[in-house]
T-cell receptor, first 110, second 124 residues
Framework: QSALTQPPSASGSPGQSVTISCTGT?????????VSWYQQHPGKAPKLMIYEVTKRPSGVPDRFSGSKSGNGASLTVSGLQAEDEADYYC??????????FGGGTKVTVL | EVQLLESGGGLVQPGGSLRLSCAAS????????MSWVRQAPGQGLEWVSH????????FYPDSVKGRFTVSRDNSKNTLYLQMNSLRAEDTAVYYCAKAAWGLGGSFSGAFDIWGQGTMVTVSS
């Protein structure tokens, strides 16, 4: 299974929005509405931020939103805050109980 | 509190073996599928194995198939990863992760609870 493609970095000023892309394949992102996004602060475990493309788990601010079009997906963080500075990973179910992750995007709050 | 706690990591020589454990608490472990996900130093996440709630069916990516074996003991609320024929490229932090349910208990394709990770270093 090929890893999903993410830009290595993204940045924005406090209060601005940043969008992270995640490019997959027709057998992963394109085939299923099971795209997830995880936030990871240095030295910490990943935290689920978005699942099933657009859904937010309880406790995740509505500043975080997800979308999908074709073989690509995106995570948008609106109203950037200092605590949003972290690495973000996309993931897609790839069928038959297998998963693929992206390489990660480091978000910097300027 | 819902929690996963990994243990068993350490330094092992190439070709060696190691068994990781993941102790679950705060939820009905036997109801949920579980996965192992690893992260090499400075790198991204890589899915390593998946086991359904009953433990009867298991899945692996090609990178570890035939070398790694996932198992679980629902009576002990514990997930395991037996790693054999270890290579330098297996060096990573290994996380156990709980499969999340979607609305109404449906499949969601996501992992909502992660452990703190255990470091495995393969080096001579």
């Amino acid at each position: 299974q090929s890893a999903l493609t993410q830009p290595p970095s993204a940045s924005g000023s406090p209060g601005q929005s940043v969008t992270i892309s995640c490019t997959g394949t027709s057998s992963a992102v394109g085939a299923y509405n099971y795209v997830s996004w995880y936030q990871q602060h240095p030295g910490k475990a990943p935290k689920l931020m978005i699942y099933e493309v657009t859904k937010r788990p309880s406790g995740v601010p509505d500043r975080f939103s997800g979308s999908k079009s074709g073989n690509g997906a995106s995570l948008t963080v609106s109203g950037l805050q200092a605590e949003d500075e972290a690495d973000y990973y996309c993931s897609s179910y790839a069928g038959t109980n297998t998963w693929v992750f992206g390489g990660g995007t480091k978000v910097t709050v300027l | 509190e819902v929690q996963l706690l990994e243990s068993g990591g350490g330094l092992v020589q190439p070709g060696g073996s190691l068994r990781l454990s993941c102790a679950a608490s705060g939820f009905t472990f036997s109801n949920y599928a579980m996965s192992w996900v690893r992260q090499a130093p400075g790198q991204g996440l890589e899915w390593v194995s998946h086991i359904i709630s009953s433990g009867t069916t298991k899945f692996y990516p090609d990178s570890v198939k035939g070398r790694f074996t996932v198992s679980r003991d629902n009576s002990k609320n514990t997930l395991y990863l037996q790693m054999n024929s270890l290579r330098a490229e297996d060096t990573a932090v290994y996380y156990c992760a709980k499969a999340a349910w979607g609305l109404g208990g449906s499949f969601s394709g996501a992992f909502d609870i992660w452990g703190q990770g255990t470091m495995v270093t393969v080096s001579s």
